[in-house]
Every structure is written in structure tokens, then in C-alpha cells.
């Protein structure tokens, strides 16, 4: 029996199964089906919704990131110390004596003064890894090198972002349905410096990209931008890497995708 739902075998369409079209919405399918399920889920309102749905799960599980961590409840931070306390007293016992609370009807001891105290000892020892971290550079300046260094010196790349293809651009076609109307430049953060890079690589200005969105080239941040063929359901994909610019395309891939 042929499952419609999924999309397995005879003819695809609705009802849609929310497995299939997450799948199509992560870019895991393969580049034919994703290609056949595209045009079909774009003309179903209701297989829209759901898409719409994984959208803003996603947008909000991303927002979690950049919430700010709430603070410790009151109740774990004087248990946390009172743990602290007791492994002090069995590593250095002859100290917790010199320490030991005076009799019943002394004053209590600040919670939050010995807090500070403990945040002062630890400064103080992220202090001393601090200089110490210093003298290794001195003296690693101060050696001489061996071979003159020549050139620009070395940038840490950015970290790829964005969903993941092949280094010769196999399975950007299933990112083609929601990268069409994207904007979203990356690495690159304008679209002058990704105007640059078109430049750079010879194409033609005058055809402004439909899509634009952040891709992970076989480990490799990069930008892909989406190109009109003139060919109805054919596109061209052109992935540049963070370091393109004047003189310098860093084309990543170029391949024509969809109808030939």
C-alpha cells in the first residue's frame, strides 16, 4: 500500500506527514525529492503552516542562546557552601580549628561577607595566572624568530554557520525553497562586501540574487546566493567564503541546480 502521507512510492501530496515535511524543513532529504516536494508544499496552505510552525520553534530555541543564565535560588548557593565548607574542614582540618566558631551566643558570621572574601581569593588567583600568562608572551616576543615572517598575519576564520553541504556544493539545491527572499549575509554582514565578491568572481551585477543565507562548506563558513538562470525552475548557487573581497572570489562552489 502506497503511504501518500510520506511520500514514499506512487503520488506525493497531501495529507502531509509532519515527519516528512521536517525533514524537508532540517535539508535532509535528497536534492530530487526535495525538489519535487518544494513546489507542492509552497501550494498547500496547510503544509505552509506547519513550515511557518518549525520556523518559530526554531526562532525561539535560538533566542534561549542569548537569554541571560537566572541566578542560583538561594537555597542551593548556602547548600553549595555549606558543601565548600565541609570539604575544607576534612583536606585542612588544622585550620578549621584555628577557625572554630566561638561558643553559642556569638555572632554569626556574614553569609555574604565570607562570599566576598571567596571571590577575593579567587581574583587574586586568576590574577597571579594572569601575569603568568604574560610573562610567557614577553618571552615569547622577546625570542627571536628564526624566518622573517612576510606577508598579512593570520585572521582566525569566523566559524562556519548555517546548514551544511558538501565542498562541491552537493545538497545546496534542498536549501533553495527557503533560501529564496532570504537576506541574511553572514560572515560577509553587508551587502556591499558581498557586492565586492560578485565583482571579484566576474559575475554580472545586474542580476541581483533571489536568496541570500549563511552555509557550512565542508567546514568552511561561507555565503550562498541564489541566481536566475533565465531557464523556468533552474538556478544558479555560488557559495563565497568569509575572506572573499576585492581581487580575491573565494568561490567556494558554483553549480547550475533544477530543470536542465
Known amino acids: 500500500m502506497t503511504d501518500e502521507s510520506r511520500g514514499i512510492g506512487g503520488t506525493v501530496g497531501p495529507p502531509w506527514s509532519v515527519d516528512v515535511l521536517a525533514d524537508l524543513h532540517a535539508g535532509v532529504l535528497d536534492e530530487t525529492r526535495a525538489a519535487q516536494l518544494w513546489p507542492l508544499v509552497n501550494a498547500d496552505p496547510e503544509a505552509r503552516a506547519i513550515l511557518d510552525a518549525l520556523d518559530a520553534t526554531q526562532s525561539d530555541l535560538a533566542s534561549l542562546a542569548e537569554a541571560p543564565a537566572p541566578p542560583m535560588p538561594a537555597e ?32 554569626v558570621v556574614d553569609l555574604a561577607a565570607a562570599r566576598r572574601r571567596r571571590n577575593k581569593r579567587l581574583g587574586w588567583a586568576a590574577g597571579v595566572l594572569t601575569a603568568a600568562a604574560a610573562a610567557v608572551v614577553a618571552v615569547t616576543i622577546a625570542i627571536p624568530h628564526t624566518r622573517q615572517q612576510t606577508g598579512t598575519p593570520n585572521v582566525a576564520a569566523p566559524p562556519p554557520t548555517g546548514p551544511s553541504v558538501g565542498s562541491d556544493g552537493a545538497g545546496a539545491q534542498a536549501l533553495v525553497g527557503k533560501a529564496v527572499g532570504v537576506r541574511d549575509f553572514g560572515p560577509l554582514q553587508t551587502e556591499d562586501k558581498l557586492d565586492a565578491c560578485i565583482a571579484a568572481a566576474g559575475l554580472d551585477p545586474k542580476v541581483r540574487p533571489e536568496g541570500i543565507r549563511p552555509v557550512n562548506v565542508g567546514g568552511k563558513a561561507g555565503v550562498m546566493i541564489i541566481l536566475t538562470t533565465g531557464k523556468l525552475a533552474q538556478f544558479r548557487l555560488v557559495a563565497f567564503g568569509a575572506d572573499c573581497g576585492p581581487g580575491n572570489p573565494a568561490v567556494l562552489f558554483d553549480k547550475v541546480v533544477g530543470e536542465k
Not at 79 to 95: I, N, Q, S, Y
Open 76 to 107: 542551593f548557593a548556602a547548600r553549595l557552601d555549606a558543601a565548600l565548607a565541609a570539604e575544607a574542614a576534612a583536606k585542612f582540618p588544622h585550620r578549621v580549628q584555628q577557625a572554630a566558631p566561638a561558643p553559642r551566643g556569638a555572632q
